[in-house]
Structures are given as structure tokens and as C-alpha cells.
Nanobody
Framework: QVQLQESGGGLVQAGGSLRLSCAAS????????IGWFRRPPVKGREFVAT????????KYEDSVKGRFSFSRDNAKNTVYLEMNSLDPEDTAVYYC????????????????WGKGSQVTVSS
């Protein structure tokens, strides 16, 4: 069974940085699209960013553009979300997910989900 494991969350002060990891129990196919979503306290799940494994095409939610970025380790089947200039508004549980629709920003286009990693940004 395909599994995704997030790690790297934690508590950080505003303006700080964190790097989230998304590791898969299988090798990403060239058609795989990896997405990050988050669920802030008392809010619904929202799109953060997505990357296409084949060509590295990325798409970011407007509020994280210029602050968040992707990197990856092909040998480890791992995608990283670098988060800089963190703001208390970024506090949420972050979920890694995979699908096959390039550039998808709606959760319905993703099939496999990790259990989430808590990110807390203090003011």
C-alpha cells in the first residue's frame, strides 16, 4: 500500500524557517504530482503548493509565493517544502498528497494522503 510520511514540522517564531519533507514508500512515477495542503485551526483544508515530478512544474497559493519553495531528492523519493518568513497565519497541520493532475489545487484531484505534520508559528 502506498504511504506518504510527512516530517519536519514544529514550533518556530515568526520570521523563521522550516523544511517539511514528504517521503513516499514507493518510487514516484514520472506522472506523479505531489501537493501540499494545510488545515489551519478552525478552518478547512486549503491548497499550499504542488509540483510535477516529471518536469518540476510548480504552482503556489498566492499567500506563500516568494516564501515557500520546493526541492527534491530523487534517490530518496522525497520532496521538500522549504518555508521561509513564516507568519502566525501559516500555523496549520500540513499534509502531503499525490495525484496525477499537473497543477491541481483542489483536493479532489489527489488520491493518497499523509497523516500530516503540525507547524506552529508564534508571534
Amino acid at each position: 500500500q502506498v504511504q506518504l510520511q510527512e516530517s519536519g514540522g514544529g514550533l518556530v517564531q515568526a520570521g523563521g524557517s522550516l523544511r517539511l519533507s514528504c517521503a513516499a514508500s514507493y518510487r514516484f512515477y514520472s506522472s506523479t504530482v505531489i501537493g501540499w495542503f494545510r488545515r489551519p485551526p478552525v478552518k478547512g483544508r486549503e491548497f499550499v503548493a504542488t509540483i510535477a515530478w516529471r518536469d518540476g512544474y510548480t504552482k503556489y497559493e498566492d499567500s506563500v509565493k516568494g516564501r515557500f519553495s520546493f526541492s527534491r531528492d530523487n534517490a530518496k523519493n522525497t520532496v521538500y517544502l522549504e518555508m521561509n518568513s513564516l507568519d502566525p497565519e501559516d500555523t496549520a497541520v500540513y499534509y502531503c498528497t499525490t495525484g496525477a493532475t499537473r497543477g491541481a489545487s483542489m483536493a479532489m484531484w489527489y488520491k493518497t494522503w499523509g497523516k500530516g505534520s503540525q507547524v506552529t508559528v508564534s508571534s
